[in-house]
């Protein structure tokens, strides 16, 4: 059995020990960043099965039922190509909606409309207008009544030369709105591992500094994906891999995708350090550890309220993480909520407690319980006063 199958068994345990030990169910945390490659990959087989995949199609999408790129049981980011003219015209209505009609509703379905547009726009073939125009009239098919479904996200993916103050370009002119956009997703390249040097080798948090895709996004208040990356350097690539899945995995992105095929440079996972490092990443053992917290200063703080959190990372484990919060001074008026499941990924769990006493001291801390309800980890408290 996969290792993030067998966590996902675990933390249905532990919910249900939850709900029987508190006044009301805790919310199950949201899953943790996925890890995959193209459908084709070149050496997938020696790294998978991936925990998504990504699939081209130069024009038209596949048949869900029959094409090897969508039949497969894996979350997939599905990209797809029309001329946005035709789009708009409604040339091609009849072959979205059989394509959405039949996309699965037991697995996420990350859709996308031409990736990439950038440079088929700057040489003339459309217009950004055009491009978000045909985007816009393809969501509104996935949200007609019939064929809506709520595993079925719009998915924008742009380059993150974008990004890069040398490229010239202002991302935004590709964007077709953020009511039409559900996840904005990345092709990331050129992390200095394919000059004369091999010194200057970007990792991620540094390539964010000259091309900062996650923080653009986040502002949007969108979530974050990778459709394509690829990083040339085989002496490095293995410790380069563990350090992005890592980042990814931290920052709560939704899925990685690594272009393990031909460019005009070779990105594939040929050597098997990389495919190591890679499958480590997808099954979950690079992550593994015993569960850390850590306690962040209280926010909202008003004369009768404060919000409480910290951010929790289970290393692949499930636990219930509660808040528990007390007067400083005697440590009275002690409370502690029922919890929430944390599973996998890194997660912040927060909680607003009202009825506080004005001009008071409290102290805090989050409580990390196992499957059995043993207490495992109580990180050091904080303190905040409430208003006069």
């Not at 130069?58 to 980011?77: E, F």
Request: net charge negative.
């Amino acid at each position: 059995m996969r290792t993030k199958l067998m966590r996902a068994a675990l933390a249905a345990l532990l919910a249900g020990a939850a709900a029987a030990t508190a006044a009301s169910a805790p919310a199950q945390a949201a899953p943790s960043t996925l890890f995959g490659a193209p459908t084709n990959g070149a050496y997938l087989a020696s790294y998978g099965p991936a925990d998504m995949l990504r699939a081209f199609f130069t024009g038209a999408p596949g048949d869900w039922a029959t094409s090897p790129k969508l039949n497969v049981s894996q979350p997939v980011n599905v990209s797809f190509k029309y001329p946005p003219a035709e789009v708009i015209a409604g040339t091609h209505d009849a072959a979205l909606r059989k394509f959405f009609d039949d996309a699965p509703t037991n697995r996420t379905v990350w859709w996308t409309f031409f990736h990439e547009p950038e440079d088929n726009i700057e040489a003339g073939e459309f217009t950004k207008e055009q491009y978000s125009a045909a985007w816009q009239h393809i969501w509104h098919i996935t949200q007609e009544p019939a064929r809506y479904k709520s595993n079925v996200k719009a998915t924008l993916v742009l380059m993150d030369w974008d990004l890069d103050v040398a490229s010239g370009r202002n991302w935004l002119d590709f964007y077709p709105g953020d009511a039409y956009v559900d996840v904005i997703s990345w092709d990331v390249y050129q992390f200095k591992d394919n000059n004369t040097s091999t010194t200057d080798n970007e990792l991620m948090a540094a390539h964010q500094l000259r091309r900062p895709s996650l923080a653009v996004t986040a502002a949007r208040g969108k979530p974050y994906a990778i459709s394509e990356l690829g990083y040339l350097d085989v002496t490095d690539r293995p410790a380069f891999l563990a350090d992005l899945a890592n980042w990814a995995r931290s920052n709560n992105a939704v899925f990685v995708a690594y272009y393990d095929w031909l460019l005009a440079n070779d990105n594939r996972l040929h050597d098997t350090a990389s495919q190591q490092a890679w499958a480590s990443a997808i099954d979950g053992s690079l992550f593994a550890g015993p569960v850390t917290a850590v306690n962040n200063p209280a926010t909202g703080v008003t004369s009768s309220s404060a919000t409480m959190s910290c951010r929790v990372d289970p290393h692949n484990g499930s636990y219930r993480v509660a808040i528990a919060s007390w007067r400083t001074t005697g440590g009275t008026g002690f409370a502690e909520t029922p919890g929430v499941i944390v599973s996998d990924g890194p997660e912040t769990v927060s909680t607003v407690r009202t009825g506080l006493d004005a001009n008071a001291s409290y102290t805090f801390r989050c409580k990390i319980y196992d499957a059995n309800n043993v207490l495992v980890l109580k990180p050091d408290t904080l303190t905040f006063t409430t208003t006069a």
